[in-house]
């Protein structure tokens, strides 16, 4: 390996106790808001077919069009409390929020440019509100920013004259003032979501980002920030030249997920989901396909089932509603995880085979194993290896506690398990199976393996 000036900080996961509160977090929730919002993917009567938030890059949209929007942003039916009390209810453990987004709009009063709320009808901070509504609901925050900034006089995607350089130091600045700014306005957030990082002039800041890394987090102990922050001193991102991860988790699985343990490179990891194939902000019109909750469900699970947290994401639209499609989401993925949480929050990996059936999780804190069922066999029996030295102390329906499940043992460590007649199987069905590890007897009592 090369001895790198601004490459990872860290081998391995973090072990400080903020960063295992994130790695049990299971279920977050995205929310796009900003101007883009107000068009929902229409402009002069026209459909745009890119992702809502991009509607600015759109050739059909004026871009001075676009930039006139702040001066109807006023949002009558912005509620967090009850955006927050949503999430509750949902199961969502975390929330990230687009501070700003690639269009530099501030949903927080910025002092350090007019482009923000404190310029529009609105003339609120919406920041402040939904942190101390999801803060009140025991929902951790998160901020959203993103590098790339459309709006200011010094923003470029890359450095090719001496006037370049000299007004990307200024948007340096900026960036770092907006971003220490955020940290004073809202102290209880527990991280930074960054984006639009892959513009080459900002590649080039190794060093700046690098310190601007550190000082962020002295400002904040324990302040949780992904690989897609910085890139180190040979260009690369989210992993550097030696291929070890930049920052605290690999940010890079946006609307992808992971199929196999060996693709998460024993890292911490967040997957961030559209709820249609790619739309982020709101758009009114919706096409192509469209996740169910049962989808989104199983999304969640095998995140976990592959050490990593599911963030579903929501867009609100221009007057501060959620959309139907949205809510309905969070009442059906809730219902589910009012019986069957335990099998999300608080697990990760599990070395056991992986079955055709579904997913394995392992809970942290129990030690129980979770045989998550999506695809119900036309058996009706589970096939289940387990490795040498491991037994089986009990097995259970979730929420149920003795005889729901018969254990028929095909040959050692292997076992077909009968799911009881009747099991509804339009839904996730959950089994929790106690189990006890090394060669001690079962005691036939469910007490924790050692
Ligand atoms: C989390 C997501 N990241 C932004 C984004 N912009 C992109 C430009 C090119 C390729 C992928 C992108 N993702 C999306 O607008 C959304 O905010």
New binding site residues.
């Given amino acids: 390996s090369v001895t790198l000036e601004h490459g990872s900080k860290r081998l391995g996961k973090r072990t400080d106790p903020m960063m295992g509160v994130w790695r049990n977090y299971g279920l977050g929730q995205?929310i796009?808001w900003g101007l883009y919002a107000i068009p929902g993917g229409h402009w002069d009567g026209k459909y745009y077919s890119g992702?809502a938030?991009?509607i600015r890059s759109w050739n059909e949209m004026p871009k001075n069009a676009y930039d006139e929007l702040y001066k109807v942003f006023d949002p009558k039916a912005y509620d967090p409390k009850a955006w927050a009390k949503q999430a509750k209810d949902m199961g969502a453990k975390y929330m990230i929020i687009?501070t700003k987004?690639?269009d530099g709009f501030c949903l927080w009063p910025s002092q350090y440019t007019d482009y923000s709320v404190a310029k529009s009808p609105y003339n609120k901070d919406i920041i402040g509100p939904m942190v101390e509504a999801y803060d009140a609901e025991g929902i951790d925050v998160y901020l959203y920013f993103s590098v790339m900034d459309w709006n200011h006089p010094g923003y470029r995607s890359k450095l090719e004259t001496k006037e370049d350089e000299e007004a990307y130091e200024g948007f340096k600045e900026f960036t770092r003032n907006q971003l220490l700014e955020l940290l004073a306005f809202y102290p209880s957030t527990k991280g930074l979501w960054f984006?639009?990082t892959w513009d080459q002039a900002w590649i080039q800041q190794a060093a700046f980002a690098d310190e601007l890394e550190e000082e962020m987090r002295s400002v904040i102990p324990g302040l949780i920030i992904g690989s897609r922050f910085r890139a180190d001193e040979n260009g690369k991102r989210h992993f550097d030249t030696n291929g070890d991860l930049m920052g605290d988790y690999e940010q890079g699985w946006?609307r992808k997920m992971p199929n196999r343990i060996e693709d998460v490179n024993g890292n911490d990891w967040d997957c961030?989901m559209t709820v249609p194939e790619n739309q982020?902000g709101y758009h009114s019109d919706w096409k192509g396909h469209v996740k169910s909750s049962v989808e989104l469900i199983e999304m969640m699970v095998k995140a976990a089932s592959l050490d990593g947290n599911f963030v579903i994401n929501f867009g609100p639209d221009g007057q501060g509603n959620i959309r139907p499609e949205e809510s309905l989401i969070a009442k059906e993925v809730g219902e589910w995880m009012e019986s069957n949480a335990e099998a999300v929050y608080d697990c990760g990996y599990l070395d056991w085979e992986k079955q055709d059936w579904g997913y394995y999780t392992r809970n942290r804190k129990t030690g129980n194993v979770n045989l998550v069922v999506f695809n119900y066999p036309a058996s009706g029996k589970l096939r289940v290896k387990v490795p040498k030295g491991i037994k089986i102390q009990g097995i259970d329906l979730i929420g149920t506690n003795g005889g729901t499940i018969d254990l028929e043992e095909i040959h050692r460590d292997e076992y077909f398990l009968g799911l009881p007649k009747g099991t509804d199987h339009t839904k996730p069905v959950v089994l929790v199976m106690k189990i006890v590890e090394g060669d001690a007897e079962v005691q036939g009592v469910y007490e924790k393996a050692k």
Avoid: K, N, P
Wanted: glycine share 8%; net charge negative; aromatic share 24%.
């Fill in positions: 995205f796009h992702a938030e991009w687009t987004h690639h984006d639009g946006e961030v982020w």
